[in-house]
């Protein structure tokens, strides 16, 4: 999986395109547990509204901040794992994602055509039922990290008309 880890900050887009895209939302998908006396516990997909910003830029220095190490707290929502922050525009069309991981955020790759989509959704499918046949074995670790690796394909379907901004944001030098 092709990813990249970013230190500019914050990143700034064509105003053209941001004109009549906004306001951005940063949410936070991830994973909570659910209990029930009878049932026992499992996994629900969980996604938390971190905040809504008037620029492109402004949501990428919040996630970047969000995506250190402690950057979501705890107490947000009990038992949540955090896997993934989604900056969507104001259409809710996915402008970019990044995988949070203990050496920070790392972004996804957006996919460059609507084949590679599909390619990239089928895999994310397979991962998941891996994931269904781990937590049948009674490996809920396992299942967890399939889930998480699904999510990271699915934060590469970046929106069409995201999807050039995107990949020429990412190529840019890091910043020193």
């Known amino acids: 999986m092709n990813t990249h ?21 940063l949410s936070c998908a991830g994973e909570a547990a659910a209990h029930d006396p009878d049932l026992g516990a499992w996994p629900v997909q969980s996604s938390i509204l971190l ?35 989604i900056i969507t525009d104001g259409q809710q069309r996915l402008c970019l994602a990044g995988r949070i991981t203990p050496t920070g955020l790392i972004w996804c790759e957006p996919v460059a055509t609507d084949r590679e989509a599909w390619h990239v959704v089928q895999e994310a499918c397979q991962l998941r039922a891996q994931a269904m046949v781990a937590l049948d074995r009674d490996a809920p670790a396992e299942a967890q990290a399939l889930r998480f690796r699904a999510a990271a394909l699915d934060g590469r379907l970046v929106d069409p008309l995201w999807r050039e901004t995107a990949a020429t944001l990412l190529r840019q030098p890091l910043a020193a």
């Open 51 to 85: 905040g809504r910003f008037r620029r492109f830029g402004e949501a990428t220095a919040c996630a970047l901040r969000r995506g250190r190490q402690g950057g979501i707290r705890a107490d947000l929502l009990p038992g949540f794992t955090p896997s993934l922050l």
């Open 5 to 25: 880890v970013v230190s500019r900050f914050p990143i700034e887009v064509p105003s053209a395109l941001t004109a009549y895209a906004g306001p951005f939302s």
